[in-house]
Nanobody, 124 residues
Framework: QVQLVESGGGLVQAGDSLRLSCAAS????????MGWFRQAPGKEREFVAA????????YYADSVKGRFTISRDNAKNTVYLRMNSLEPEDTAVYYC?????????????????WGQGTQVTVSS
């Protein structure tokens, strides 16, 4: 069992940066792929980024590649999402998710555990 709690969201201006954190509890954290998804009003929840269990492998959605960086600290049971050059289109609720096993996927249904989400709002 893994429990996830996100933090770090807020209201920023276009071009600003934010770092989201996701604190996980549960002994399987270090064996899990961790991902970030986001959901904008009226839209489906979409994949943003994922990191493998060791932190060496990462994968990003094209829309955030080069601007966002996902990382993890297994000693702290925490995964991060550094978001630079934020755009109004990045406005959404951001969710942390955990997937048992070490195969990175972008499919929402493959992730077994979810946080409650944190709001990110980017003004123009």
């Amino acid at each position: 069992q893994v429990q996830l709690v996100e933090s770090g969201g807020g209201l920023v201006q276009a071009g600003d940066s934010l770092r989201l954190s996701c604190a996980a509890s549960g002994r399987t954290f270090s064996m899990s792929v961790m991902g970030w998804f986001r959901q904008a009003p009226g839209k489906e929840r979409e994949f943003v980024a994922a990191v493998g269990s060791s932190g060496r492998r990462t994968y990003y959605a094209d829309s955030v590649k080069g601007r966002f960086t996902i990382s993890r600290d297994n000693a702290k049971n925490t995964v991060y999402l550094r978001m630079n050059s934020l755009e109004p289109e990045d406005t959404a609720v951001y969710y942390c998710a955990a997937k048992v096993g070490d195969v990175i996927t972008t499919t929402r249904g493959d992730y077994h555990y979810w946080g409650q989400g944190t709001q990110v709002t980017v003004s123009s």
